[in-house]
């Protein structure tokens, strides 16, 4: 089978691997559909260390191929979305509730980093009765691809911000995650919905998600404006979804005392993420903290699809690009550099 993958840090490629055997909790899955996030691009650039001819990817959807003989409940040929985060539900860890910390920090994050990731024709999914959800018929694949990741990261954002019914709240950056953070916001009832956002695309999509005020930072100070905004006060809850210290640091600031700040941004670069002191309060301002790792799990991902069945959300409008895999390669060289307005490249097979 045809796989693209990290040879080394810097360089990627197309490979060919034997399709994977599943082990008895496991399954194979013939690939579809799959979308190539930033992520992939840091791991590129060398964000988690060195990886030698690992596969790229972990936001796919497919058929089921094969499956171990101790799985339950699912049928070779059925169509199945995985997330990008697969824990075992067994480790200490799961068994707390902490699902993406699987075994250790960040370990439930398996694909394209402890093993091989799904921009393949073929890829195995560990523990595949708690990871593999069935797709409704009504949902299209390149609308399922989306629970994988981008939905069920943006929505924990959301989550995890504890936003009051009709409550206000600000996300700082508006990529596919920012974008679905916006979306998941507006669902779980915030009464005021603040993107900050300079790219016009980026804009016109976090609008279109249900932002109700876009922020230019290039154009206006965005605490000064969040403040105007909220009575002086700050907003109730802040989510990070860019992954610097300079829109992490906003995000203290942007917030009122007793409120949350949510980071979802992946933050690729430097050693420390600094607070502000005094806008924290000198560390006792009752701001809370969260940070967190996509939930994963067929739970989860039934959940994430009967919103896309009931059409409460549709995350396609992000999907700038479409590419066979053959032509796989040309798409990550762009998602690097994110060339001709790229937001999500749709990765389609056979
Ligand atoms: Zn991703
Ligand atoms: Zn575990």
């Known amino acids: 089978m045809k796989t693209f993958v990290m040879k080394r840090i810097g360089e990627v490629g197309v490979l060919e691997k034997p399709i994977p055997d599943p082990g008895p909790n496991d399954a194979i899955v013939k690939t579809t559909a799959a979308l190539i996030c930033t ?16 596969t790229l990817g972990h ?38 509730g902490c699902t993406s910390q699987c075994t250790q920090m ?25 990871n593999l959800a069935p797709i409704p018929d009504t949902v299209p694949d390149e609308k399922a691809v989306y629970c994988a990741d981008m939905m069920s990261t943006g929505f924990m954002a959301a989550e995890h911000a504890d936003i009051p019914i009709g409550g206000t709240v600000a996300i700082f950056a ?24 300079n790219v016009p695309r980026r804009k016109e999509l976090a609008t279109h998600f249900g932002a109700d ?86 739970e989860r991902m039934k959940r994430l699809m009967r919103l896309l069945e009931r059409g409460r959300v549709d995350p396609t409008p992000m999907t700038t690009h479409r590419f066979k895999f053959d032509q796989v390669e040309r798409a990550f060289r762009m998602m690097q550099t994110k060339e001709d307005g790229m937001t999500k490249p749709l990765i389609l097979f056979d």
């Not at 990731?117 to 708690?130: K, P, R, T």
């Open 174 to 197: 508006q990529g596919p995650v920012g974008l679905m953070a916006t979306a998941g916001s507006k669902l779980l009832g915030a009464g005021l919905v603040i993107a900050v956002e």
């Open 59 to 96: 936001e796919a959807v497919g058929r089921i191929y094969k499956l171990g003989k101790e799985v339950r409940g699912l049928r070779e040929g059925g169509r199945v979305a995985v997330n990008a985060i697969t824990p075992c539900y067994e480790c200490e860890n799961c068994l707390r």
């Open 213 to 298: 005020i876009v922020i230019d930072y290039t154009t206006e100070d965005p605490i000064r404006a969040i403040l105007n905004l909220t009575g002086g006060q700050g907003v109730d809850s802040a989510i990070e979804a860019y992954g610097a210290s300079a829109t992490f640091e906003s995000c203290i600031k942007a917030t009122r005392p007793g409120g949350t700040i949510s980071n979802v941004g992946y933050h690729g670069k430097g050693d420390y993420v600094q607070i502000p002191r005094l806008d924290w309060g000198v560390g006792m301002s009752d701001k809370t903290i969260r940070t967190g790792l996509c939930p994963g799990g067929a």
């Open 106 to 130: 960040l370990g439930g994050w398996k694909f394209a980093n402890v093993k091989d990731g799904n921009l393949a024709e073929y890829f195995h999914v560990n523990h595949a009765q708690a």
């Open 39 to 54: 992520s992939d691009t840091h791991t590129v650039a060398g964000a988690i260390g060195e990886r030698k001819n690992i």
